[in-house]
């Protein structure tokens, strides 16, 4: 009867890792529907050190776009189709959990509204700019294996995981430099993110910060365009079931990244805030699905109001790659 609770038990933990393992590749294939930042639960939960995933998302969304009147582009609206093609990889940082991972998206975007009184649409497929990002988790995450990791969560219902990670988004999209819409931002952003994680039973309370800062495009439609860093902060709560599913709600505001054009001011300082639902399950031991919806809603004149739906599928490799990066002094 002890061994039949115990079968019970490690089973049990077996689907809440997967589904650890889901989100963590969804993080990545969801922020891609917001412009200005993004919302991604979870996304200080130590995985098992050697973790490969790979991952592909479709997500549909559309809105409406509130333009500088100086441009005379009025009643804008967009709808896009993206394809998320992801990988991550967990790995041991001189002891603690961390984990890389890069996306790559390929969107189709439509625009439609009036020019100068005019109706007129646009439309662009192709490579968007891809995204690598590394965090470690320097507190109440230590780097272990698949069981080591189920031990060490089961004898700590209640703990707590704290983190540091950057971001990098790289100008690899498609661009044009004579056009304004595009689906490539020709600039790096460097996003340095600090999170913490508190986790009661299958109850999770997410915090991240998150401060973006934008290289120079010198070819914004025959100018430069310069911008300021843009604040951000989310929050989650998060429920894990036992039953191999999970859930969030999710809220964030973003604020700052006013923009300068051949050093004039625009006055279009952002404020924005975000909103969603995600919900996932193991498909099996090694794949997992992911539904999604957020919301985005300025608090500007300026800016953009969206709706995004998205899918994903994870899939975790079955063998692992232990790395291990440590430092060593010789006498």
Same mark, same amino acid.
């Given at each position: 009867m002890h061994a039949g609770i115990q079968t019970t038990t490690v089973r049990r933990q077996m689907r809440l890792n997967g589904g650890s393992i889901t989100t963590a590749i969804f993080l990545l294939l969801v922020s891609q529907i917001t412009i200005s930042q993004d919302i991604e639960p979870r996304r200080w939960t130590p995985l098992p050190v050697g973790t490969n995933?790979?991952?592909?998302?479709y997500i549909h969304m559309d809105g409406e776009i509130f333009f500088d009147p100086v441009l005379k582009i009025e009643d804008a609206e967009f709808k896009t189709?993206?394809?998320i093609f992801s990988f991550l990889h967990a790995f041991d940082f001189l002891g603690k959990s961390a984990r890389f991972d890069v996306r790559v998206p390929h969107k189709s975007t439509r625009w439609k509204g009036l020019l100068d009184g005019v109706p007129a649409s646009?439309?662009?497929?192709?490579?968007?700019?891809?995204?690598?990002?590394l965090s470690v988790n320097f507190l109440g995450a230590p780097a272990l294996g698949p069981q080591e990791l189920r031990a060490y969560r089961a004898a700590r219902p209640i703990s707590t995981v704290a983190g540091a990670a950057v971001a990098? /988004? !790289?100008?690899?999209?498609d661009y044009e430099t004579d056009k304004l819409l595009n689906l490539g931002h020709n600039r790096f952003a460097i996003r340095p993110q600090l999170g913490v994680v508190h986790t009661r039973g299958p109850w999770s309370y997410e915090l991240t910060g998150s401060l973006f800062f934008y290289t120079d495009n010198n070819?914004?439609?025959?100018?430069?365009r310069e911008q300021d860093p843009l604040l951000t902060v989310q929050s989650h709560l998060i429920y894990n079931s036992p039953r191999g599913w999970w859930t969030s709600i999710s809220a964030a505001y973003a604020e700052g990244g006013e923009s300068r054009i051949d050093g004039v001011r625009k006055d279009d300082r952002r404020r924005e805030l975000l909103f969603g639902i995600s919900t996932g399950v193991a498909v099996n031991r090694h794949s997992s699905? /992911? !539904?999604?919806?957020v919301g985005s809603r300025t608090r500007e004149d300026l800016g953009s109001d969206t709706d995004n739906?998205?899918?994903?599928?994870a899939v975790r490799s079955p063998r692992r790659f232990r790395t291990r990066i440590s430092t060593r002094f010789a006498g």
């Open positions: 995933v790979v991952g592909v998302g189709k993206a394809t646009t439309g662009r497929t192709g490579l968007g700019d891809p995204r690598l990002r990098i /988004t !790289l100008p690899l999209g070819d914004f439609v025959g100018t430069t699905l /992911t !539904l999604a919806y739906l998205a899918l994903a599928l």
